[in-house]
């Protein structure tokens, strides 16, 4: 059926008319195509069975029953809360390309053989001779002690060709679950954060991409020809309704810091690419002690110690966390994360 707005393509991400066919694939409403992007997909799924069996790739439209890895090491099929709580899921989407050598099977081969179904391996149209590898929803405990395949498939890659972190062409994206957050004043200081702290968190990841940029006004949905005056706070982007009962705009553009286009999940974009597995796990624990660090944040913290503006207090509270954060802590003081918040003042 039509829409009354206007709506971007999940593949070539460019707006399509109102008046013509969105088209879901798969089953899953947060994938939407125009009509040309729809007919390659609808082909590309005709043969990702084939692909898949040939090369251990499936297409870019491929999408698996979503599996969820849990704490204690079990794998449920739904996000399943303890004692009341969901604890946070994050799933790991990380583009590779094979730089020295031909045959990219041979490293889709190997992970598909020892990953124990937690990855899986997708076509992208920015990788030119590669693939993403894409995790199923996961908590950080899982991956810190029970995802030591994952570990060794990243070292395979990096022992064979692949590279990651010195490419054009290769993202590193961590969604996270939005049925984690305890309220929406949780999800509300978890977002500001981010926006808020560009220059660190550039610092911290070790790039600056048009693909994930810092820009708070377009996140909030204040696209073309929108007032500032009409701008909705980020409460109400997280709530969905204005205080005046009206619904909030939907995302017009995805290439953010946080994607929040997705039905279930932020996108958090802002991280270079790495196979090397110490470099993910500091990137997930900076993911997870921010969820944490924003849940017992107090008004006051905010107001007073510029807690939702600064690294400092963030860095602080994760190194009351014993060695929960290691990795994150290692890599924000080795990158000296500290001093690129006070350059510039």
């Known amino acids: 059926m039509p829409t009354e707005d206007l709506g971007y393509c ?7 008319e109102s008046t013509r066919q969105i088209n879901h694939l798969h089953g899953d409403s947060s994938n939407q195509y125009c009509d040309d992007c729809y007919e390659q997909e609808l082909e590309e799924a005709r043969d990702s069975e084939y692909q898949s069996e040939s090369t251990g790739i499936y297409s870019y439209s491929y999408k698996p029953n979503t599996m969820f890895y849990n704490s204690d090491g079990t794998v449920s099929d739904r996000h399943r809360p303890v004692n009341g709580v969901y604890e946070l899921m994050m799933g790991i989407e990380l583009e590779t390309e094979l730089v020295e050598g031909n045959y ?19 076509e992208d149209c920015s990788i030119s001779h590669g693939f993403e590898i894409v995790s199923h929803p996961m ?6 002690n029970h995802a030591k395949r994952y570990e060794q498939s990243l070292d395979f890659l990096r022992k064979n060709g692949y590279r990651a972190w010195k490419t054009s062409t290769c993202g590193l994206h961590i969604h996270v679950s939005k049925k984690s957050f305890v309220d929406a004043k949780h999800e509300m ?3 500001y954060f981010i926006f808020r702290n560009k220059k660190t968190l550039i610092k911290f990841v070790g790039r600056q991409s048009g693909y994930s940029r810092f820009d708070l006004d377009s996140f909030l949905g204040n696209g073309p020809g929108r007032d500032d005056f ?3 706070t980020v409460m109400e982007v997280v709530k969905g309704v204005r205080k005046n009962g009206d619904y909030v705009p939907g995302a017009y553009e995805r290439n953010l810091a946080v994607n929040r286009s997705n ?15 110490t470099t993910v796990l500091a990137y997930t624990e900076f993911v997870h002690c921010l969820f944490s660090y924003a849940q017992v944040m107090t ?3 905010a107001l007073k110690n510029n807690a939702l503006t600064s690294f400092a207090p963030l860095l602080e509270y994760a190194k009351t966390q014993g060695d929960l954060y290691q990795n994150f802590i290692t890599r924000a003081i080795n990158r ?10």
Do not use: M
């Not at 000296?336 to 003042?345: I, Q, S």
């Open 10 to 16: 999940d593949r070539c991400e460019y707006e399509f």
């Open 104 to 122: 990219i099977h041979t490293g889709a081969q190997y992970i598909n053989n020892v990953s124990d179904n937690l990855i899986y391996l997708k």
């Open 139 to 144: 908590t950080l405990n899982y991956l810190q």
């Open 189 to 191: 200081k978890f977002l």
């Open 230 to 232: 009409d701008k909705p």
């Open 263 to 277: 039905e279930y999940t932020h996108e958090l974009r802002i991280f270079r690419p790495s196979l090397r597995f």
């Open 299 to 301: 008004a006051n913290d």
């Open 336 to 345: 000296n994360v500290l001093k690129a918040e006070t350059e510039g003042e």
